[in-house]
Every structure is written in C-alpha cells, then in structure tokens.
C-alpha cells in the first residue's frame, strides 16, 4: 500500500525542461539506446517528457527541489513556480 508519493525535481533543469520539453527530449535522445537495452518499456516513456514531468508532479504529496547548490537563482524560482502551478497543495522542500 503506498502511503505517499514524494517527487524529487532538479532545479538547474526542471523549469527549463518544463517550458521548453524539446530541450528534455534531445537529452533523452542522447541516451536512447542505452535505455532501451536496459528496459524496452523506457523507450516508448521518453516519446513525451512534459506529460511525465507533469504527472510526476501532479500525482506527489511532497516535492524535493534538489540541485539548488548548482541552479541559478532564477532556475531555482523558475522551477518552484512550475511546480507551484502543476501541484498547488504539496509541501516543497529544498
């Protein structure tokens, strides 16, 4: 039974990822082969990263923000504002 979901989002790359989910996309791509030998079932999850984000926000009871130490100021506002918007009731922590 689970309890809870708890999300974890990269701030140097979760709003970005967000607002431009072809940026997300190429970085997948660039590793596609490499997750379809581990899991054939990965392949067909890479075809839409900004439905996933969203999801995986949408569906948390809690948000880790993680990465600050290397996210700029803006990327680190910019991400907790997407997640503000997908999921308005999570906590977020950084």
Same mark, same amino acid.
Do not use: M, Y
């Given at each position: ?52 984000? $969203? !999801?995986? @926000?949408?569906?948390?009871? &809690?948000? =880790? ?5 290397? *996210?700029? $100021? !803006?990327? @680190?506002?910019?991400?907790? &504002?997407? =997640? ?5 009731? *999570?906590?977020?922590?950084?």
């Amino acid at each position: 039974e689970v309890k809870r979901v708890v999300t974890v989002v990269d701030a140097s790359t979760f709003g970005k990822d967000w607002l431009d989910t072809r940026q997300a996309q190429e970085r997948n791509e660039e590793r596609r082969d490499e997750i379809a030998a581990h899991d054939a079932k990965n392949t067909a999850r890479l075809e839409n990263v900004g439905q996933l984000l $969203a !999801e995986q @926000v949408e569906w948390a009871d &809690a948000i =880790v923000v993680n990465k600050t130490d290397v *996210a700029s $100021a !803006e990327e @680190v506002q910019t991400t907790e &504002a997407v =997640v503000r918007a997908l999921n308005s009731k *999570a906590p977020i922590q950084r």
